[in-house]
């Protein structure tokens, strides 16, 4: 039997044929399901992801249906920032040990020599306080 016969995940969605030549076919395979297709599709639209990987070399196009997956699901868990507030949430830690890896040097100035001003870690706490800052809005 020919891959014809047994389409792929994306056309199963779709419901259409699965021509011999489907873009989608060799990422949205009947093995995986349909259920990563199903995310793409609903945040990006099928058309859109058909055009973003038709215009990638076709080794590029794995990394790029990865990628498009986890925005994707990181879209559906957060709609407001996606995958913007755990790339957020990594420099508020990141912040923060660099924070301790001050604090430490600190302690180990004397301190009549010490003239770092003490920093307010309350700018590394809510999201939604740092969204209007990364944004541009005021």
């Not at 489907?22 to 949205?28: D, G, K, N, S, V």
């Not at 100035?109 to 010490?114: A, C, D, R």
């Amino acid at each position: 039997m020919s891959r014809i016969d047994f389409p792929c995940d994306a056309c199963k969605y779709l419901r259409r044929r699965c021509i011999k030549w489907c873009i989608f076919a060799l990422y949205f395979c009947n093995k995986v399901g349909n259920t990563d297709f199903e995310v793409i599709h609903k945040v990006f639209g099928s058309k859109n992801a058909f055009n973003l990987l038709s215009h990638l070399l076709v080794k590029d196009r794995n990394e790029a249906i990865a990628t498009m997956i986890y925005e994707a699901q990181a879209r559906i868990q957060d709609p407001t920032y996606g995958c913007v507030s755990e790339i957020l949430i990594l420099q508020q830690h990141e912040f923060v040990d660099y924070y301790a890896n001050l604090q430490h040097v600190q302690n180990q100035i004397p301190p009549e020599t010490n003239h770092i001003p003490e920093l307010d870690l309350s700018i590394a706490g809510d999201i939604d306080e740092l969204g209007p800052v990364v944004f541009g809005r005021h």
